[in-house]
């Protein structure tokens, strides 16, 4: 398998340098992530669950769970590993006028939330930051309600002898550090087969993992 897909490269967990809270909110690269963003948002809305407390998971500058607030009576947690992160989202937050958004600072294996709480818990481009998941699915699975909706958004890694033109084109908006950041995520990312071999080992083994628009691996449950 690693023979067709090459070995995933981990990348650092968490995006707490300037430099990458910087690129990730660069205006180079804002138009094209404010597309993805909103097709994420929209993704997460059909999802159905209702409308009561949602956990965005890795929410990094909060722009997701932003829009998702604007499109749902929703209470939104958002949780981040990184302070700095945590910092931007709440800024971001404030200026965006969400009132029932909340922000928190916290890890994705070990949240800080009783079980059985939220009815939707999703999260975009945390997994392949993570280089042991379980903790995540177990924890997602324990703070959700028994009937509780999962939505997970993440690059996908492609196969070894197409990963050139993979990052070429999936990469062309990205410029400078951000085109780095992208590559290294790239490489960072789990392949469609891997994450399935990990869900079985979680409690959410029943996720449904699927590949869309060439360069996402999707998680719904
Ligand atoms: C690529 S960013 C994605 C941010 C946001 N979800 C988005 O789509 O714009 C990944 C985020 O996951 C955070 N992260 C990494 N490991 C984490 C962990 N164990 N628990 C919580 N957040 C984590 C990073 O700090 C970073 O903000």
């Known amino acids: 398998m690693s023979l067709l897909y090459g070995k995933r490269i981990a990348e650092p967990e968490v995006m707490n340098e300037t430099m990458e809270v910087e690129a990730y909110t660069a205006a ?12 994420c948002a929209a993704a997460i809305i059909n999802m159905g ?5 949602w956990l965005d998971v890795g929410c990094g500058p909060g722009r997701i769970a932003c829009k998702v607030h ?3 009576s929703a209470r939104i ?5 990184a302070f700095n992160m945590v910092k931007k989202a709440k800024e971001s937050t404030q200026a965006f006028g969400a009132t029932s958004l909340y ?3 916290a890890d994705a294996a070990a949240l800080p939330f009783k079980g059985g709480v939220f009815d939707l818990v999703y999260s975009n481009s945390l997994l392949h930051h993570l280089s042991h998941p379980v903790g ?3 924890e997602a699975v324990r703070v959700m309600q028994n009937r509780g909706k999962f939505f997970l958004r993440d690059l996908v890694r492609p196969l070894r002898w197409k990963l050139r033109k993979h990052i070429n084109f999936h990469g062309r908006n990205y410029l400078g550090s951000m085109r780095q950041l992208f590559e290294a995520s790239v490489r960072a990312a789990y392949t469609i087969d891997e994450t399935r071999r990990i869900l079985r080992t979680t409690p959410l083994l029943d996720g449904y993992v699927s590949r869309e628009d060439g360069s996402y691996l999707i998680i719904r449950r």
């Open 28 to 39: 180079a690269a804002a138009e094209h992530l404010d597309r993805l963003d909103s097709a």
């Open 49 to 53: 669950a209702r409308p009561n407390w």
């Open 70 to 72: 604007s499109l749902t």
């Open 77 to 81: 947690v958002g949780i981040d590993l």
């Open 103 to 105: 922000l928190v600072q």
């Open 136 to 138: 995540f699915f177990e």
